[in-house]
């Protein structure tokens, strides 16, 4: 019983005790980074690198790769080989959210990465990743 409660303390822990960003700047490096990551196509390497900035069980974050892992032969048949990376443009919901939109290019077509940062106090933290090939919404 003493194990199951400290088992069940040390997931609680780690769930509350996400690491977060201070500044707008620190997630635009982040986001970048990661990005940088998800080109060389390396998912599990780039989602273990938000897990100490994401206040969600990592087991649920190790399932979003693992999604990514089964979708992204689809992805690579229709769009063919990866060719760049681009940032394309942030947006904010007054002082609390951050989104950033980074174009993953390939020789067919593209998708792009959506990263979203809340700040529900003084620092940033991941809110949601994503991933689209439908481009309407990064149209102005």
Do not use: C
């Amino acid at each position: 019983m003493k194990a199951v409660f400290v088992l069940m303390l040390a997931v609680y822990l780690n769930i509350v005790s996400a690491a977060e960003f201070t500044s707008i700047k620190s997630t635009r490096v982040f986001a970048d980074k990661f990005t940088n990551i998800l080109l060389k196509e390396q998912f599990k390497s780039a989602f273990d690198s938000a897990k100490p900035y994401w206040p969600i069980p990592k087991v649920e974050i190790d399932g979003i790769v693992n999604k990514i892992n089964q979708q992204w032969p689809v992805v690579q048949q229709r769009f063919g080989n990866s060719v760049g990376m681009e940032f394309i443009r942030n947006e904010k919901i007054g002082g609390s959210f951050l989104r950033y939109y980074y174009l993953h290019k390939f020789q067919n077509h593209a998708i792009y990465w959506r990263i979203d940062f809340y700040k529900p106090q003084e620092t940033w933290k991941i809110n949601t990743v994503t991933f689209l090939d439908n481009l309407d919404v990064l149209y102005e």
